[in-house]
């Protein structure tokens, strides 16, 4: 029997041993493991925020590009008042001329309608004048 104890203490020893000597193997390549997956999980992070920057950069140009477009929407819609604008203008420009038009060619009118007046009148008191003489003259020479 004690020879049997003897190979169990015979054997264990040499058990304990390569127990032990996986132990430290067994610990690295966990932190091995552990080193890696943290290494691994560093770079995800480090590229969704690389991926998250660049869909930030994208959105701000596109919100800036939509800015210009309304931007220039504005202009055109401005434009297009400032053209209707000018056109109602001209428009009065136009019938004020008319109108200019037409109270120059009265006022022509009016003119002529003068001197055509003065004159008649003209002769009216030249005729009365001329006639009131030969009355004077008639009734002076008796």
């Known amino acids: 029997m004690k020879l049997a104890k003897s190979n169990v203490s015979e054997i264990e020893p040499s058990q304990t041993t390569t127990a032990e000597a996986k132990k430290p193997c067994k610990k690295n390549s966990v ?9 691994v999980a560093f770079f995800l992070l480090l590229l969704s925020y690389l991926m998250q920057q660049r869909t930030n950069d994208a959105i701000n140009g596109i919100q800036e590009t939509v800015q210009s477009f309304q931007t220039i929407n504005d202009l055109y819609e401005n434009t297009q008042d400032l053209e209707t604008q000018l056109a109602d203008a001209n428009d009065q420009i136009d019938a004020l001329q008319n109108q200019l038009t037409d109270v120059e060619s009265q ?5 002529k309608e003068l001197e ?10 030249d005729t009365i004048n ?13």
Do not use: R, V
């Open 31 to 39: 932190f091995l493991y552990l080193s890696l997956l943290f290494i």
């Open 130 to 142: 001329g006639q009131a003489a030969s009355d004077i003259e008639a009734n002076t020479t008796p």
């Open 116 to 125: 055509t007046t003065k004159s008649a009148l003209q002769q009216a008191q």
């Open 107 to 111: 006022l022509t009118a009016a003119q």
